[in-house]
Structures are given as structure tokens and as C-alpha cells.
């Protein structure tokens, strides 16, 4: 086999993190690096249908994938000339099993074995792993889905803290009306409990306090699949349990919190049918109660898809 070379500056980085040991800056690397999942030429002509493409070593199924094009033809002996491009957190949002691993350019110097519970934690990292990437960055911003009981505890029972599924704002940004931000989130059974008469959708914003309190939700559906992603969640599906809302189509990091004390100055924002959103209350935290925003008096945004 003729002798590899870095494809790219990519992959030069990949070597010199992982010949020096750097498990952190290879695992930084692979978060946000395009890799190759090999293809079958009846496949890329449309002739069959993709498969996964996968090897059985020590007893586990292995996810192949490589980091170039050069990279996946090397490895491989020029058995493959196409491949499906993806990311690994795309992955992670659909992985196909949750006790498969990941094998990154099977074959070459820069090898990478990454074991099933790996996958989320690269993937989907939490958010005090993200601050200690980028101390000085921003402190995230968090959204929760509200319903019309949720509203209800808010204002009327005076309810300061809150439990369930959030987000980080950013990610969902981009989403202009409220039934493509519910169908983002993979709200399925329930969407119609989240969308108004009026086909509005409320949601609740705080800046994250306590990030060690926001905890990704790495697990499976069952103990087995939890246990195989060495999880501390079991839910009933759709529930991905690798650090993403259930829609494959969207890259949303989600994260499990319980009865997280909200912060002065947290807000219910109204996203309407028309895309425009109205901020509808603000949270008084010395006082222990939410003061609504008069009519003249709300901020509105008109959201844009990017």
C-alpha cells in the first residue's frame, strides 16, 4: 500500500494530536470534522439502497467512516470510490445502534477506535465542557417549550423552577414559526399541547446558571441500550440518549434539568404563526413572581431562517 499522507491540514492536526496523546484536542477536532462513510458504487448510482458500513471486530460492531476521500480509498485498497458525507454529530442524532462503536480511518496512521459511550460525549458535550473550550465565551442561553398548564405554575402558582427538557437558544435560531420549532425538537404525541388556537407557541428563556445543573442526556430506551452508552437515562422513544432532540434532521442538543431555580430576569417569549415573537413576562426573582409586559411595552422579534 502506498504510504499515507495528510490529506489536509485537518488531518495533519488529527496526527499530531493523537502522536502526542492530546486526547482532547483530537476529540475537539473530531466534533467538527466532515468524514466519509464509504459507499458502494451501486449505491451512489442509485441502484440499492445505502447500507451502514460496518466491520465486526472483538465482539462489537463498528461504524467505519474516514476523514478523507484520499484517506478512505488508502484505506480501503481503492475498494471505494464513493462515500456519504456526515458529521459526527449528525451521526449521533441517528446513530443506528447504540452498541455499535466508531472506527475512524480503519487502516492508517490516524486510526481512531471510539467506544459507543465516547460517540455522545464527543458528539454532545455538556455544557461545562463547552465553557472550559471557550472560558471567556458567552454565558448560554437556555429555551424550554412551554405549554398552557406550564404558563399556568408560572404566573399563577408564582413556580420559580423548572424541570424537564431544555435547549440552548442558538440552536434553534434559526426556526421562524412555531409548528417547524416543535417538529425540530421531535415533539410528536404532544405537539398539540404546545401550539395555541392561535398557532402561537410559548417558551421560557434564562440565561444557564449552575451549568454542572443542565445534565446531557446520554442513555437509550431500554437499560440495555442506556447501559451500552454507559448512561444515566432511560426514556421511551423516540428518545435518542446520545445529547440530541429525536429529529435526525436537526442538530439540537438537548439536556435534562430538575427543579433548576430560574435567575432574575428570566423571560416567557410568544412565538406566533407569523414568525413574530413577543416577550409576554419577566421574572422577578427578589420578589418571587412573574410581572407581565404591558401591550406598548413588549419587545418583538421577527425571526429569520438563515
Not at 8 to 27: I, K, R, Y
Not at 97 to 104: A, F, Q, R, T, V
Not at 157 to 182: F, K, N, W
Request: with cysteine.
Amino acid at each position: 500500500m502506498e504510504a499515507w499522507q495528510p490529506a489536509s491540514e485537518f488531518e495533519s492536526s488529527l496526527h499530531q494530536a493523537l502522536t502526542s496523546d492530546d486526547t482532547a484536542g483530537a476529540a475537539g477536532l473530531l466534533r467538527e470534522a466532515e468524514l466519509a462513510l464509504p459507499l458502494t458504487a451501486a449505491a451512489f448510482a442509485g441502484e440499492a439502497p445505502p447500507n451502514w458500513p460496518t466491520v465486526t471486530a472483538e465482539e462489537r460492531t463498528w461504524l467505519v467512516a474516514y476523514t478523507s476521500m484520499e484517506g478512505m480509498r488508502l484505506g480501503t485498497s481503492q475498494a471505494f470510490e464513493h462515500a456519504r458525507v456526515s458529521t459526527l454529530p449528525e451521526l449521533a442524532a441517528g446513530w443506528p445502534d447504540h452498541s455499535w462503536g466508531l472506527i475512524l480511518n480503519p487502516g492508517l496512521p490516524i486510526q481512531v477506535v471510539i467506544e459507543p459511550a465516547m460517540v455522545a460525549r464527543i458528539a454532545a458535550p455538556s455544557l461545562l465542557e463547552d465553557r472550559a473550550a471557550e472560558p471567556t465565551a458567552r454565558m448560554p442561553l437556555m429555551q424550554k417549550l412551554l405549554r398552557p398548564a406550564d404558563i399556568q405554575a408560572l404566573l399563577t402558582l408564582r413556580e420559580t423552577r423548572v424541570s424537564g427538557y431544555c435547549h440552548q437558544l442558538m440552536d434553534v435560531a434559526h426556526i421562524a414559526t412555531p409548528a417547524v420549532l416543535v417538529d425540530a425538537l421531535g415533539i410528536t404525541d404532544e405537539k398539540a399541547y404546545y401550539i395555541t388556537a392561535e398557532g402561537a407557541v410559548n417558551m421560557l428563556r434564562w440565561p444557564a446558571v449552575g451549568l454542572e445543573l443542565y445534565r446531557s442526556p446520554y442513555g437509550g430506551v431500554d437499560e440495555a441500550s442506556c447501559a451500552a452508552v454507559e448512561g444515566w437515562l432511560v426514556e421511551e422513544p423516540p428518545f435518542v440518549g446520545l445529547g440530541y432532540a429525536p429529529n435526525r434532521d436537526q442538530l439540537i442538543r438537548e439536556y435534562k434539568i430538575d427543579g433548576v431555580g430560574l435567575p432574575h430576569g428570566a423571560e416567557i417569549w410568544e412565538l406566533t404563526h407569523e414568525g413574530v415573537e413577543h416577550r409576554r413576562a419577566v421574572l422577578d426573582a427578589d420578589a418571587g413572581q412573574w410581572l407581565l409586559v404591558p401591550a406598548d411595552a413588549q419587545s418583538t422579534v421577527e425571526s429569520q431562517d438563515s
